[in-house]
């Protein structure tokens, strides 16, 4: 089942390598975001771990919605990230690199992205058996030049960069083959969802997926 996600990543990567991040208290907000999204073409999305109820808005999009591959962020803990994947969570994604969570989700065949922002935390996430990490936070930690000196070093590794990535810098993160995807919060404003304009997160979400288009041609 999880080398099965792998794949279907994998394949939403290629058409639209965008990760929105969806922060919610309201399960119902969280699904309606996430619809709105998927409408836009964006559906893969992360639900981060960053309010009370943000496993059971993970649990009710996951529940409630068709065709959209869900993942936990903000994994700070082993602990936490099994009952993200008891709920439902098909990908795990943390700020920073901790072997108890990496080394959790290779046991369980669980897709699992790392934050690395260091040459050292890259390399110890090789090392771990990872291929795929999150670069965060992506502009604070040396942006694209940064990636272009990580993937001349680590040619096997490819890289989720998430924190400081806008619609006007998307298209020059993913113009670098080693970017498998990036990943923001700035699909998912607070104002919009807040006044119940969902609208605008599709448009968003459009917008998004016409620039990867471009930026990958």
């Not at 109820?53 to 936490?80: F, H, K, P, R, W």
């Not at 993937?151 to 400081?164: A, K, L, W, Y």
């Not at 990943?183 to 979400?205: D, F, Q, R, V």
Request: proline content about 5%; hydrophobic content about 50%.
């Amino acid at each position: 089942m999880a080398n099965d996600i792998g794949a279907q990543l994998a394949a939403k990567f290629a058409a639209a390598p965008v990760v929105p991040l969806i922060e919610a208290s309201d399960p119902a907000v969280a699904v309606q975001t996430a619809k709105a999204l998927q409408e836009g073409g964006l559906d893969v999305v992360e639900v981060v771990l960053r309010t009370d109820a943000a496993v059971d808005c993970m649990a009710a999009i996951v529940a409630e919605t068709s065709g959209i591959i869900v993942g936990a962020g903000t994994v700070l803990t082993a602990d936490q990230a099994r009952n993200v994947a008891d709920r439902g969570a098909q990908f795990i994604v943390s700020p920073g690199l901790v072997d108890e969570v990496a080394q959790l989700c290779i046991a369980e065949d669980l897709p699992f992205y790392g934050g690395t922002m260091t040459a050292g935390e890259v390399q110890r996430a090789y090392a771990l058996g990872l291929r795929t990490v999150k670069f965060f936070p992506a502009k604070l930690a040396g942006g694209v030049p940064m990636l272009k000196a990580f993937s001349s070093v680590f040619r096997e590794m490819q890289f989720m960069p998430t924190g400081g990535v806008s619609a006007g810098n998307l298209a020059e993160f993913l113009a670098l083959p080693s970017v498998v995807a990036c990943g923001g919060s700035w699909l998912t404003p607070s104002a919009a969802i807040e006044a119940g304009n969902y609208a605008e997160i599709t448009k968003l979400a459009r917008e998004a997926v016409e620039i990867a288009r471009s930026a990958r041609q």
